[in-house]
């Protein structure tokens, strides 16, 4: 069993709603990562959160909102998606984010969790 | 930015066999992770290495750093069924973002 938890495991929304995503880790990392994996393809980094501060924002468009509440707990605003939108969405959580070392054997390697699988109508 | 190629894209191979796969990159990387997904579920770290020349083993896995520090290769001991799934590697040149390869779909046939 994965240490990262995310919910709801399937969502099926349209294109006017708001639902949010949630991925909860109990590990102490204080790094946690929003990514978006389309089939067959690699996860794609969206969003980085270090010490519950935003640290990376991808260019994401703003239909897609992160918050971070605490040091265990990410989530992820939706609204007014596109189908285009649909995809695996993966948490994932790292010992700390260390600005021009993504991974490193002190930042430990990124754990994800089984992810999201959000189809937009 | 960083760019990673990784090879074979797909590969089928008869249970019992050994399975190896590979990972070069444009850069020079100061990390390489290997990851295996399983369909419906998120990617699980299979090994990290972090230094060059690194060989590490987890039970009939294998990976190598590359002395060159451009490359990476994982190798699957007498492969099974549960072997299935897309393989990936990872790593990091120093920039903020870990790089992924394009994943490598592994089919055993019983």
């Known amino acids: 069993d994965t240490e990262v938890t995310q919910t709801p495991k399937h969502l099926v929304m349209g294109m006017t709603n708001k639902k949010s995503l949630k991925c909860e880790q109990h590990?102490?990392?204080?790094?946690m990562y929003w990514y978006k994996q389309k089939a067959k393809k690699p996860p794609e980094l969206m969003f980085v959160?270090?010490?519950?501060?935003?640290?990376i924002n991808e260019s994401v468009p703003s239909r897609f909102s992160p918050e971070c509440p605490n040091s265990s707990l990410l989530n992820l605003h939706l609204h007014a998606l596109q189908p285009e939108d649909s995809a695996l969405y993966l948490c994932?959580?790292?010992?700390?984010?260390?600005?021009?070392?993504?991974?490193?054997?002190?930042?430990?390697?990124?754990?994800f969790g089984n992810g999201t699988r959000l189809t937009v109508t | 930015g960083q760019q990673l190629n990784q090879s074979p894209q797909s590969m089928f191979i008869q249970e019992g066999e050994d399975v190896s796969m590979n990972c070069t990159s444009s850069s020079i990387f100061n990390t390489w992770l290997w990851y295996k997904q399983d369909p419906g579920e998120g990617p699980v770290l299979l090994i990290a290495l972090y230094k060059a020349g690194e060989l590490t083993s987890n039970g009939r896995l294998t990976a190598q750093f590359g002395i060159t520090r451009k490359d990476s290769f994982l190798n699957i001991s007498a492969s099974i069924p549960s072997d299935v799934g897309i393989y990936f590697c990872a790593g990091s040149d120093g920039n903020n973002r870990l790089a992924f390869g394009k994943g490598n779909q592994v089919v055993v046939i019983p």
């Open positions: 590990m102490g990392h204080r790094a």
């Open positions: 959160y270090s010490y519950e501060k935003l640290s």
């Open positions: 994932a959580s790292s010992l700390q984010f260390v600005p021009g070392q993504a991974t490193s054997s002190y930042n430990s390697p990124l754990h």
